[in-house]
């Protein structure tokens, strides 16, 4: 009974499904869906694009930061001049 | 345009800018409007947020104003875009990537499992079909490998292994073409940017014309050592035409008149005036790029011997598989072998490692022809300069005219600049500029030019023979006699200077002395030659001993050969090839071609002649010798970095075997990370080999 009820379904498919998937209707359908993921695409990677900005923002401030540093410890240092003090003489 | 500051650091700004979307070629126009402004050191323009980074050491408010000037309609009227750039290329193949990534996830995510394993066996017979071409072919190749690997895993009934591999494999494609793709293009982009100038027939004297205001049906004239700019037909005279940039073939064909010629193919000897059949145009791109895609054949041994390398491992491998299931008797320890096939990796990591350098140096203003080549330069201990133009600045300047005999100074510069205009050699500009200089005009009043390679010109005037070239030309070749009573005058020129020698029916009219000054940083860059590793600098030149010894003193070199003849040169390079040395050859003339091709790595300066940019391995277009050094610290990073990497698969793959034979880790892990290693190992060597900052020079 089920193998009938399964050879009946194939049957139904073979005719009438396949025109049913290759409708009008349906291919509006498949262009709707696509353009749907062509979207999700293009947000998932202008999000990327934003994330890459960002951490290339955090990479220049970083950047900035260590360079500040480095500053401020050139500062701290005092310089020998004891030779042009001698020289002064 | 309206812009918002997104971001701010010293010598720093993101912005946004307000205008909704923005096309691929609309970020170009931007890019490169910013690009032209002052103290802007770099741009990088997202279009998808509109978003733009500008790099500067100028005052801020200049970039601000010139953010704020900026109009898409305005800017791009002032055509600062390159013909083509790499934009769409890379939006291209990121979506790619973006693609597969996500449809792996996606699937992985969503996707039952009898539906995942459909596509798993699609997808799988592409790569089935491959191996079995491979087999079909008697070769035991990669693909062989990836067939067995996938075909395994499936037919153990574990398609998400299969998956797995499939997408790794699929990735690499991807990213293997991106690299091909983007460095050839950056390669041809940097290369066709040149305008050439070309001598146009009009009304029976020549002119000299641009590139770009030739028409069809027009006249110009080609010359030994020149390039065919354009496609056309001989109309009169004959060439011996090199036509390998087309066909590969390098014996120079005869072209007679009626005979087709070909744009981008080299007068090897001969001259002819041809009849322009088609403009230039967007045809010199697309010839650019099949120049470099057939130079690519020209892999380097290290990428050549890895990719052999790479199949010569396949036997072993499967051997390996079938060894560990015949003493193990398990399966998965036989995969375990299977999935770290090292061969890929070999394949992938080190062409992309050599592609990767090649658009480097192009951004150094460097092309090289082929990774072979940068092999040569990183090898090499040996350099030979030709010293005019490439130790010299390229553009010497006529210091004195002394006439000889009864002859009137001006008169003889006038006739020299005549004859001389018409050949691509530094020392004839010298002396045309210095005609213009003085406002000597002339009419082209001489017949036939004839040019003798490295010895000089001759030529009929008002039915007497003239000549102008080197000494040994001049007075041993054709035998012109020094005026009587004038020894003394000729014994006295001044050493300093190059000569040129002027005669006129057999006697000596004029000499030339020409300064050729040396570049401002040719000692430093001779110096941090000598440190990177070359032990032998040799300066080579046509010039009188004198002044080639007073010249490589202060340069310092370590040897010196002056009045040598262009074959002198060659031979000189085989010979100490035949000692077994690695030689290097950087020259810019007509008379370097046969140096050039001879050396291991021939390099032209891009100021000189057609053919010798023609028949060099490398062209360097940037006017400061130390580019030379950086070409070699690149080539040397690129050397380095094949070899690491080659150690690091071989070792890193290795283990995974190990551990896979010892049952410590399962097939499907071990392919993760020999299919990840291989990627990351990619993609670190997709990046630059030399930092910025320590290659700017102090």
Redesign the interface.
């Known amino acids: 009974m089920k193998k009938i009820g399964l050879f009946a379904a194939g049957v139904l498919f073979g005719t009438a499904g396949i025109k049913l998937l290759g409708s009008r209707d349906a291919r509006k359908a498949y262009a709707q869906t696509t353009a749907a993921a062509l979207r999700a695409?293009?947000s998932?990677?202008?999000a990327?694009?934003?994330v890459?900005?960002g951490a290339?923002?955090v990479y220049?401030?970083a950047?900035?930061i260590n360079?500040r540093r480095a500053e401020a410890e050139a500062a701290a240092v005092v310089e020998d001049a004891s030779a042009e003090e001698s020289k002064a003489e | 345009m309206k812009c918002k500051i997104l971001h701010e650091t010293t010598g720093r700004l993101r912005v946004h800018l307000c205008c909704g979307q923005m096309s691929l070629s609309q970020a170009d126009v931007l890019e490169y409007y910013l690009r032209a402004q002052d103290g802007v050191q770099a741009v990088k323009v997202y279009d998808r947020t509109q978003d733009a980074v500008v790099l500067y050491d100028a005052e801020r408010g200049s970039i601000i104003r010139a953010l704020a000037a900026f109009s898409f309609a305005k800017a791009e009227a002032m055509e600062l875009v390159p013909e083509h750039t790499s934009r769409a290329l890379n939006r291209e193949f990121e979506d790619k990537l973006a693609v597969a990534v996500m449809r792996r996830c996606g699937s992985k995510l969503f996707l039952p499992a009898p539906i995942t394993t459909a596509l798993a066996v699609i997808r799988s017979i592409k790569y089935i079909r491959e191996g079995l071409s491979a087999l079909w072919h008697g070769r035991l190749s990669v693909a062989v490998l990836d067939a067995t690997a996938v075909t395994v895993s499936m037919v153990r009934g574990d398609f998400a292994t299969a998956g797995s591999v499939m997408f790794m494999l699929h990735l690499g494609e991807i990213l293997e073409e991106w690299t091909h793709k983007k460095s050839v293009a950056d390669l041809a982009s940097a290369m066709s940017l040149r305008v050439d100038n070309v001598w146009q027939q009009v009304n029976g004297t020549e002119v000299l014309t641009k590139i770009t205001d030739v028409k069809p049906g027009d006249r110009i004239v080609i010359r030994t050592g020149g390039m065919i700019p354009l496609d056309g037909r001989v109309v009169e005279g004959e060439a011996m035409v090199n036509q390998s940039s087309l066909t590969g073939e390098s014996m120079p064909v005869v072209k007679h008149p009626g005979s087709p010629v070909y744009a981008g193919t080299v007068a090897e000897e001969g001259e002819c005036v041809i009849s322009v059949e088609k403009v230039s145009g967007s045809g010199r791109y697309d010839r650019v790029v099949r120049m470099i895609e057939e130079s690519e054949k020209l892999k380097s041994t290290a990428e050549d011997k890895a990719s052999r390398m790479a199949d010569r491992l396949v036997p072993y491998t499967l051997g390996g598989t079938v060894l560990t299931y015949l003493l193990t008797r398990n399966v998965t320890k036989m995969l375990a072998v299977l999935m770290v096939d090292f061969s890929c990796a070999l394949k992938l990591a080190i062409p992309v490692a050599v592609l990767s350098a090649m658009r480097e140096s192009s951004g150094y203003h460097i092309s090289v022809k082929g990774g072979r080549f940068l092999e040569a330069v990183a090898k090499a201990d040996t350099i030979v300069f030709d010293k005019t133009g490439t130790l010299t600045y390229a553009t010497p300047t006529v210091a004195a005219v002394i006439p000889f005999g009864e002859h009137d100074e001006a008169e003889m510069l006038r006739l020299a600049a005549c004859l001389e205009e018409h050949y691509p050699h530094s020392m004839a500009n010298a002396v045309v500029e210095e005609a213009k200089r003085r406002a000597l005009t002339h009419e082209e009043y001489h017949s036939q030019v004839q040019y003798v390679v490295a010895h000089g010109i001759s030529s009929m005037v008002e039915d007497k023979k003239v000549i102008i070239g080197s000494a040994h030309f001049v007075f041993e070749d054709e035998g012109c006699r020094i005026p009587e009573g004038e020894q003394a005058k000729f014994d006295a020129l001044p050493a300093a200077y190059s000569h040129l020698y002027l005669c006129k029916d057999g006697e000596l009219a004029a000499v030339i002395c020409i300064h050729d000054p040396l570049r401002r940083e040719a000692r430093e860059a001779v110096r941090a030659l000598h440190e990177s590793g070359f032990t032998n600098v040799v300066m080579m030149t046509g010039d009188n001993r004198r002044t080639a010894e007073s010249v490589a003193a202060e340069v310092g070199v370590d040897a010196v050969y002056a009045e040598v003849l262009p074959e002198d040169k060659a031979a000189f390079i085989r010979g100490e090839k035949e000692k077994g040395h690695t030689v290097i050859m950087v020259g810019d003339g007509v008379n370097d071609s046969p140096a050039l091709s001879e050396a291991d790595a021939g390099i032209a300066i891009s100021t000189g002649a057609a053919i010798a940019r023609e028949i060099a391995d490398i062209t360097v277009a940037s006017e400061d010798l130390f580019a030379l050094v950086t070409l070699r610290r690149l080539s040397q990073a690129l050397m380095e970095r094949i070899h690491g990497s080659y150690r690091f698969i071989v070792g890193f793959n290795l283990t995974l075997i190990a551990l896979g034979v010892a049952g410590i880790l399962p097939p499907t892990t071990s392919a993760l990370l020999h299919n990840g290693s291989t990627l990351g190992i990619s993609l670190r060597n997709m990046t630059d080999l030399l930092d910025d900052e320590e290659n700017t020079r102090k």
Request: glycine share 0%; charged share 55%.
């Open positions: 695409k293009e998932v990677m202008t990327v694009t934003a890459r900005e290339e923002d220049a401030d950047k900035a360079e």
